[in-house]
């Protein structure tokens, strides 16, 4: 599968506790979004990356978020001291370059996250 | 700030009957438009853009500047059309989607 892959698929923490969710993109593609999905709503824009670079970041990442992509390839999301809260589905995505107006993103399966 | 708002959680209809999925939106800008699909058990994907102004699987959405509307049609549901449908508008330098809350299209027999 070329798709982007993300992992864990689903992980179950303590409150407290920090986690950490990889996304792979499809390769040539250097735009990598995060986004958060919670139930009943659609997802939400957490940040951006241009290559290594990261260009947005949303209201909702507070200071326990941080998003890496060190290397222009794969991309970290890192929650600390998780709160219940917390709990999501987190979505990467990614697009090649030149498509910014054609409002395709290539998303995951999602990381799945519950704080108990 | 953008808004789009979907306001039908669930739709269900039978199959063979027309459908129309609701979206309106907010926004200072030119809007830009999409659809994104969910089927059960698979990854959220385009659907369709209003730029292309295309048909892709019989359904249709035409940008209604005047009444903030980007409404998703088709005139006879097929069973493989039960899914979470998404409106989702282009914003910001980063362009980034900002999506509604989704409509569960249900086709029943």
């Known amino acids: 599968d070329t798709g982007v892959s993300q992992n864990p698929r689903h992980k179950i923490t303590k409150r407290g506790q920090n986690v950490t969710f990889r996304c792979d993109p499809i390769s040539e593609h250097n735009r990598l979004y995060w986004y958060r999905q919670t139930l009943g709503q659609g997802p939400e824009f957490l940040t951006y990356?241009?290559?290594?670079?990261?260009?947005?970041k949303s209201r909702l990442l507070s200071d326990r978020f941080s998003a890496e992509r060190p290397k222009g390839s794969f991309s970290t999301l890192e929650i600390q001291r998780t709160e219940q809260g917390d709990s999501a589905m987190y979505l990467c995505a990614s697009r090649r370059p030149g498509t910014a107006n054609t409002g395709e993103l290539f998303f995951g399966e999602g990381s799945r996250l519950t704080v108990l | 700030a953008q808004r789009v708002t979907q306001p039908e959680k669930l739709l269900s209809v039978f199959k063979g009957a027309p459908v129309e999925l609701k979206c309106n939106y907010s926004y200072s800008g030119s809007p830009e438009l999409f659809w994104y699909v969910q089927y059960s058990r698979q990854r959220l994907q385009l659907l369709l853009r209003?730029?292309s102004r295309e048909s892709i699987k019989g359904f249709t959405a035409d940008l209604n500047k005047g009444e903030t509307s980007f409404h998703l049609k088709k005139p006879f549901a097929q069973e493989e059309d039960s899914a979470m449908y998404y409106c989702a508008l282009l914003t910001g330098t980063a362009s980034k989607l900002t999506f509604g809350t989704g409509t569960r299209l249900q086709v029943t027999l």
């Open positions: 209003h730029i």
């Open positions: 990356f241009q290559n290594e670079a990261q260009l947005e």
